[in-house]
């Protein structure tokens, strides 16, 4: 049999509302009304109707997160820390899975409104102008996780990628190495390919090193395929280089493949560093140094300025996380 709110209030002599009160840790109790209604909530059973609950104080308790790649290392990380904030709240998440494709997003986009989540993380894709409006419209909370919109007043949550990349190349120069490329992501892509690769190109600007077409091999993704290729055609086009920087550590982990069927020793014969410190990361062979994002950090930091915003109605203040150089041993100095 299941019982309802309103059998828990017959049998604890007090009215549906003080239940109601007591269930939402509201005040205008006593404790002994607190616990006595408590011990009928177990003894019956009860388990309270979350889509009753939110009719009440209008919250469903659930966050929507949109994930471009769920296969993806980085997204587990980040995932992680979001469920962390969201148990910490006392709500659950709703994961979706967009594959970077327009139609599927606007259907998720529309699936959470339409169940009423308190609100929304959109994570390490753009925010076009479709999806912005439609969730405006809406007037849900939204916040970005690893992704940043110039368009749109929508606060977000991520490293830059500008600076780390630069760290990373200047890492490199630091350890002696001159002939320098790197594996990129997309050069398109506005969130984290352009950034990477123009930090990249200006650290060795800034340090008067040789910079033209065959130190950069752009590919499609950030995937550990794209970095197989990409060492092929980084050796095949400079096949002085000494080091790699990699816009990722799925690439970074793909050309250590590459390498070890070519037969070139990393790091004695080319030194390869990475970018998100996966925790694939200090299982490859041999373990990669690489740039330290601060993922679960991330995406922890993503829910709860979310649960700031549904509490006070301040949008919160974009923030950038610090990154870090993870030093292993996929990189030697060159004396």
């Given at each position: 049999m299941s019982f309802t709110i309103k059998d828990v209030a017959k049998k604890a002599n007090v009215s549906i509302a003080t239940v109601s009160r007591i269930l939402n840790g509201q005040g205008g109790y006593s404790e002994r009304t607190k616990l006595k209604v408590l011990k009928v909530i177990e003894e019956l059973g009860y388990q309270p109707n979350a889509v009753a609950r939110g009719l009440i104080n209008k919250r469903t308790h659930t966050i929507g997160v949109l994930f471009p790649k769920l296969s993806s290392s980085l997204v587990t990380d980040l995932l992680d820390g979001i469920e962390k904030a969201a148990n910490?709240?006392?709500s659950s998440v709703i994961v979706c899975h967009t594959e970077s494709n327009g139609e599927k997003t606007m259907k998720y986009l529309q699936l959470l409104i339409e169940k009423r989540v308190d609100g929304i993380i959109f994570a390490s894709e753009i925010l076009k102008d479709e999806y912005y409006q439609y969730v405006a419209k809406s007037k849900m909370p939204m916040i970005l996780l690893s992704t940043e919109s110039y368009a749109y007043p929508v606060?977000?949550?991520k490293v830059n990628d500008f600076h780390a990349a630069y760290s990373a190349a200047k890492y490199l120069i630091d350890k002696g190495h001159t002939k320098?490329?790197?594996?990129?992501?997309?050069k398109e892509?506005?969130?984290?390919?352009i950034p990477r690769i123009e930090g990249f190109k200006k650290a060795l600007a800034d340090h008067d090193i040789p910079l033209d077409d065959q130190n950069i091999v752009f590919s499609r993704g950030f995937t550990f395929p794209d970095g197989v290729e990409g060492l092929k055609r980084m050796v095949d086009q400079f096949p002085d280089v000494t080091a790699i920087f990699a816009a990722s550590d799925e690439i970074a982990i793909g050309a250590l493949s590459a390498a070890y069927q070519r037969g070139i020793k990393v790091p004695d014969e080319l030194s390869v560093m990475g970018y998100d410190n996966l925790s694939l990361a200090e299982m490859s062979i041999p373990p990669l140094t690489t740039v330290g994002q601060p993922l679960a950090k991330m995406g922890e930091t993503s829910a709860e300025m979310l649960f700031a915003?549904?509490?006070t109605g301040d949008t919160p203040e974009s923030r950038i996380m610090p990154h870090k150089i993870v030093e292993r041993m996929s990189v030697k100095e060159r004396k």
């Open positions: 910490d709240n006392g606060p977000f949550v320098i490329g790197m594996i990129s992501g997309n892509d506005i969130i984290a390919g915003l549904l509490e």
